[in-house]
């Protein structure tokens, strides 16, 4: 059947076996959520949009700030004065860009600025960003480039924070549906038949879809002869899965062409409902 992605895939993948590999749409059904990436340094801003795993680069800013070195004396300092107006001038134009980028995309789960040390220290610390995005900031990253390259760096550092962000989330999650259930308030339902038959009746508004769940059903079987056998894999094993059967030989005839006939996998199924009924 096919699967239209929840949003365009970041990468390309072509693969000419028995199946699709829906690895990539499993990463997207699993996080939704969407965060502000943001790389500021003296004289530039750059932002970007993270989704799962996929990027978006939005913008980047430049602001013309002179060097801080040249000769001493009295007008050095006079020089230096202006130099720090238009510092300033520049982390106020790169908080406003933030807002402009950021405040108009609804659900931002949060907000990840990153950096050389001291620019990006003053940005945060200062009053140059609005105070609906100031209470979005999960946390600040040292990075050592800037612009595009330097979002690049600061998606790979904040792995750890937007994974904390989405255990606390998961954990909220799972202590409603504990709630809901013990209260006994019939909004809850459990069960592979019973979250199936609720979807189709547009009744869900959170589907929670436990780890042990995620198993792909398979079938290989031998084209020589006649075997075939059901087997159950974790789903961010199956690609190892799959370079196995390529090894692996018939037990029956030795053929050394045994494959992947069928696969049944719930999460994507459950996916593709609940695009159709617009979870
Ligand atoms: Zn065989």
Known sequence: FPVTPVQPLSRKMYVCDSRFHTEHLRDQLEVKDQFGLMVVDRESAAYALLRGNHMTFLRNLHSFVPGKHGKGGQSQRRIQRGTEILAKDHLRR??????KLFLEIPDLKGIVVGGPSLAKDNFVR???IDFRLRDKIMGTVDTGYTGEQGIRELMEKSTEILKDVRYLEEKKLVQIFLSELGKDTGLVVYGQKEVMKAMELGAV???????????????????QCNYEKQEAVKAREFVEFEDEIIKRNCPECGSSKLSIEDTQDFVVELGKRSNETGL
């Open 94 to 99: 790169a908080g406003e860009m933030a807002s």
């Open 126 to 128: 200062g009053d140059f």
């Open 205 to 223: 508004k959170t589907l929670l879809i436990s780890e042990e769940l995620d198993v792909i059903q398979t079938k290989v079987a031998c084209p």
